[in-house]
């Protein structure tokens, strides 16, 4: 449900059709990563605020400035709000806009990874440091050498290796770059050429930096071409994700401007991933972007909407939804509103 299809929701109803509520209702969260350090779900939202800007495609009404982390004891119990986690004002080389981060675990030390524009007003990529999975979290001094762009997810693999998949395009400046340089003259391809790609770094061993030249990672149709700028229903706009199950990689990611979460699968964690289908239908609100988690066995999607907020695009609340497998491999598509 895009915005601007908000004007005759009836909200109340919207509300009591809607699959899950908010986790939290005293601040404006989105963009939730998920997951189970020791047996305890944390997930690392964006923190909404009212930014006083206008909404625009660039996203400068995404104002936010500071990040929260929420952690659950299980799936059904209360969500817990630890207090602010890291603010912009702490970051030396970050000016404004800290977007959708992540984060990960590796001996006795979390790591946040976060986006925010940098004083020449280039999104880079940062990471912040704690002993506790709540923080407060120490910012190193510069950005990931290399990095740009939006919504970093880092994955860690069953051999230990740790990836970093990211990039968002419009207000995410992906379409800017071409082999990792950026120039002002780009723009996105035709709607008959290859769409923008996600992006894939491996890390290093201190999870700080990047091991290798970041490079794209494909996705491709059923007969193996790779999906086009005129495929919006499929094509990535942001909102990278990786998870595996049952030995393979399934690379999830928002549409943007259709709205929907899709997901496509892989044998590695470079692919190239085949797509497979939509895991979200759209929630209200312009923006979507989840995370997938197994909790107890089970898998879950953290995802949110902007249903609290009446369908104010910038002010959105995470929810987490089951997701169900199918006996190939496929995931059920989730309906966010059951039908009235």
């Not at 895009?2 to 109340?12: K, R, V």
């Not at 609290?308 to 929810?319: D, P």
Request: overall charge negative.
């Amino acid at each position: 449900m895009p915005e601007e299809s908000i004007d005759n929701i009836n909200f109340d109803d919207l509300n009591s059709r809607a699959i899950s509520q908010p986790l939290v209702s005293h601040m404006y969260t989105a963009d939730p990563s998920a997951h189970v350090f020791n047996g305890k779900i944390y997930i690392y939202p964006s923190h909404d605020i009212d930014a006083g800007i206008p909404f625009n495609d660039n996203g400068d009404h995404f104002g936010m400035e500071d990040y929260h982390v929420i952690s659950m004891d299980s799936i059904d119990s209360e969500a817990v709000d630890n207090g602010m986690a890291l603010h912009i004002k702490d970051v030396p080389w970050a000016e404004r806009q800290m977007w959708a981060p992540d984060a990960a675990h590796k001996n006795g030390t979390y790591y946040l990874f976060f986006p925010a524009r940098s004083k020449d007003g280039h999104f880079k990529i940062g990471v912040a440091t704690s002993k506790s999975p709540v923080g407060p979290f120490s910012p190193q001094p510069e950005a990931i050498k290399g990095s740009y762009s939006i919504d970093p997810a880092v994955f860690e693999d069953e051999d230990g290796s740790y990836y970093m998949y990211f990039g968002g395009i419009w207000g995410g400046q992906l379409q800017k770059y071409r082999h990792n340089i950026y120039d002002e003259a780009n723009e996105l391809p035709n709607a008959n050429e290859p769409a923008l790609l996600p992006i894939i770094a491996k890390m290093t061993d201190d999870l700080l930096e990047f091991a290798e030249e970041p490079k794209e990672i494909k996705i491709l149709d059923k007969n193996g071409h790779l999906l086009l700028e005129g495929d919006n229903n499929r094509r990535f706009f942001e909102a990278s994700w990786m998870h595996k199950y049952n030995g393979k990689y399934y690379f999830s990611y928002s549409t943007g401007d259709t709205h929907f979460i899709c997901y496509a699968i892989g044998d590695n964690p470079y692919g190239p991933f085949t797509y497979g289908g939509r895991i979200l239908n759209p929630v209200v609100g312009w923006t979507s972007h989840h995370s997938i988690c197994e909790v107890d066995g089970t898998w879950y999607l953290f995802y949110h909407d902007s249903s609290l907020s009446k369908g104010i695009t910038h002010l959105r609340s995470i929810k987490v939804a089951e997701i169900t497998y199918k006996d190939d491999g496929n995931i059920e598509t989730l309906n966010p509103y059951k039908l009235p």
